[in-house]
């Protein structure tokens, strides 16, 4: 990993994600990386803040690599953190689709 020094936001991977995730980074360190104390900031559930985490260091390793989010991954977690969809479907579609690509590939 990498400290270099970089003069502005925009120079930062944390300038690549979305004002939302910053401001949920921000509340983690606030409540001193506590899950269960930002989910109660945020009146959701620890599952429902654990899944957003989980997305924002989704994101963060994808600005580092320079790469861009996955499409369907982040629609997916959208409608899991709306409730709209179980996480575990959200999985099984995730692996339905990978195992899809995978064999398109193959042909």
């Known amino acids: 990993m990498s400290f270099e020094k970089?003069?502005?936001l925009a120079d930062h991977v944390?300038?690549?994600l979305p004002?939302?995730?910053l401001d949920i980074i921000v509340e983690l360190v606030l409540h001193s990386g506590s899950l269960k104390d930002l989910a109660?900031?945020?009146g959701v559930t620890y599952p429902t803040i654990r899944l957003?985490?989980?997305r924002v260091i989704e994101r963060l390793r994808a600005?580092?690599?320079?790469k861009k989010p996955d499409p369907?991954?982040?629609l997916l977690a959208k409608l899991v953190e709306r409730g709209e969809l179980s996480?575990?479907?959200?999985?099984a579609l995730r692996d339905l689709l990978q195992k899809r690509n995978e064999n398109s590939e193959k042909t």
């Open 19 to 21: 004002r939302e995730d």
């Open 14 to 16: 944390l300038g690549t």
């Open 52 to 54: 957003r985490l989980d």
């Open 40 to 42: 109660t900031a945020y």
């Open 6 to 8: 970089q003069n502005t």
């Open 63 to 66: 600005g580092i690599q320079g």
């Open 72 to 74: 369907i991954k982040e």
């Open 87 to 91: 996480s575990g479907g959200a999985r």
